[in-house]
T-cell receptor, first 114, second 116 residues
Framework: KAGVTQTPRYLIKTRGQQVTLSCSPISGHRSVSWYQQTPGQGLQFLFE???????NKGNFPGRFSGRQFSNSRSEMNVSTLELGDSALYLC?????????????FGSGTQLSVL | AQKVTQAQTEISVVEKEDVTLDCVYE???????LFWYKQPPSGELVFLIR??????QNEISGRYSWNFQKSTSSFNFTITASQVVDSAVYFC?????????????FGTGTQLKVEL
């Protein structure tokens, strides 16, 4: 069974641009979550989608948005990029959406904002 | 609010030594779940174990063992006879109804370096 796939693996953007990251969950998984990882703030929850609906959202500005498609694939978008958005963005999928769910993570997209 | 504290930032050991990674958590939920994840240099977080708040039975799996103590809000992880391949960042995480959905609250991680 293929794991969680994130594309692209690396991305370099400049301030003010926007970026879209993609995540393909494990087949059969209906929940997709996104996390931001930085050296200063660690791993922080961005949002969770289940059956194409955002179920939970972390404490991030509105520049961060996401969506989930009918095949459970998900994208997240960051508009008007800032230097502080440089981070590893990790996507995780799970079968369901309860707190007992085991999350399976992708290798992430390393975003650098210059 | 949920909080996870991993006080050890970095641990260095020599191969074959035993090493324990500490994790202390805070939550107001009565039912909650605790996890350990491993992050090798490739970046992917790898699931190691999940425990629910009603299951305080400690577990051993090969060289890994976990000690869950609700009385002290701790969920420690021990690697016996460490190997170089164990070198990674280890994260303790917590989920529960107050966080919503399957949201994980992570600790800051412990960098484990196992040297020959």
């Amino acid at each position: 069974k293929a794991g969680v796939t994130q594309t692209p693996r690396y991305l370099i953007k400049t301030r003010g641009q926007q970026v879209t990251l993609s995540c393909s969950p494990i087949s059969g998984h209906r929940s997709v979550s996104w996390y931001q990882q930085t050296p200063g703030q660690g791993l922080q929850f961005l949002f969770e989608y289940f059956s194409e609906t955002q179920r939970n959202k972390g404490n991030f500005p509105g520049r961060f948005s996401g969506r989930q498609f009918s095949n459970s694939r998900s994208e997240m978008n960051v508009s008007t990029l800032e230097l502080g958005d440089s981070a590893l963005y990790l996507c995780a999928s799970s079968l369901g959406q309860g707190p007992n769910e085991k999350l399976f993570f992708g290798s992430g997209t390393q975003l650098s904002v210059l | 609010a949920q909080k996870v504290t991993q006080a050890q930032t970095e641990i260095s050991v020599v191969e074959k030594e035993d090493v324990t990674l500490d994790c202390v958590y805070e939550t107001r939920d009565t039912t909650y779940y605790l996890f350990w994840y491993k992050q090798p240099p490739s970046g992917e977080l790898v699931f190691l174990i999940r425990r629910n708040s009603f299951d305080e039975q400690n577990e051993i799996s090969g060289r890994y063992s976990w000690n869950f103590q609700k009385s002290t809000s701790s969920f420690n992880f021990t690697i016996t006879a460490s190997q170089v391949v164990d070198s990674a960042v280890y994260f303790c995480a917590l989920s529960g109804p107050s966080g919503g959905g399957n949201k994980l609250t992570f600790g800051t991680g412990t960098q484990l370096k196992v040297e020959l």
